[in-house]
């Protein structure tokens, strides 16, 4: 069967938003996001007019899952004692750079986040940073410090993450590429 006599399976999602939008997630599932308004026959029929950018954002994930890397538990406690010490020094040196103070660092396995900043500064870090390019790991970084002035995802808070990084949309847009890319053995 050709992707163009392919059926698109997807989940369809009212909610108080104002357009519709279409989401394909790491794993290829597809969601059409929608207003209250649109009936699904609509969102059958906006998902039927995006095809063919559906299918090319299957393929991509597809082949994401093919390139994942997977890590022992041996590998990932040496990985995690560098991300330590990188995270740290990388912290430090940014903060200086920004102006802005922390508390402190912790280093986790998140399944679906690189980095947290608490309402009392303490900073959490995905270890699985020291896998990405090192700018990849400064955005992520300097993202974290950033709210240590504005505590949400304003225009405001963007506008500092730009003055230290004018590039930041492009870093962030990759890092998106290895959120699914690096799996961890069970022990």
């Known amino acids: 069967m050709r992707k163009n006599e392919e059926t698109i399976s997807f989940e369809i999602i009212h909610s108080r938003r104002k357009t519709m939008a279409i989401q394909v997630k790491r794993d290829g599932t597809v969601s059409v996001r929608c207003p209250l308004w649109v009936s699904d026959r609509e969102a059958r029929q906006f998902a039927e007019e995006h095809r063919e950018w559906i299918w090319q954002k299957q393929q991509e994930a597809l082949k994401r899952k093919e390139e994942q890397i997977t890590l022992t538990p041996e590998q990932v406690k040496k990985f995690r004692q560098h991300a330590r010490w990188l995270l740290a020094q990388k ?19 998140q399944a679906t ?15 699985k940073l020291v896998l990405v390019p090192e700018e990849l790991l400064d955005y992520v970084v300097v993202h974290e410090l950033a709210h240590r ?39």
């Open 91 to 109: 912290t430090w040196q940014w903060s200086q750079k920004m102006g802005v103070t922390y508390g402190k660092i912790t280093i986790r396995q």
């Open 113 to 127: 986040r690189w980095g947290s900043c608490s309402a009392r500064g303490n900073l959490n870090f995905n270890w």
């Open 149 to 187: 002035r504005e505590m949400n995802h304003s225009p405001r808070f963007w506008k500092i993450v730009e003055e230290q990084l004018p590039d930041y949309q492009e870093r962030r847009r990759r890092l998106r590429d290895y959120e699914t890319e690096i799996q961890v053995e069970e022990t």
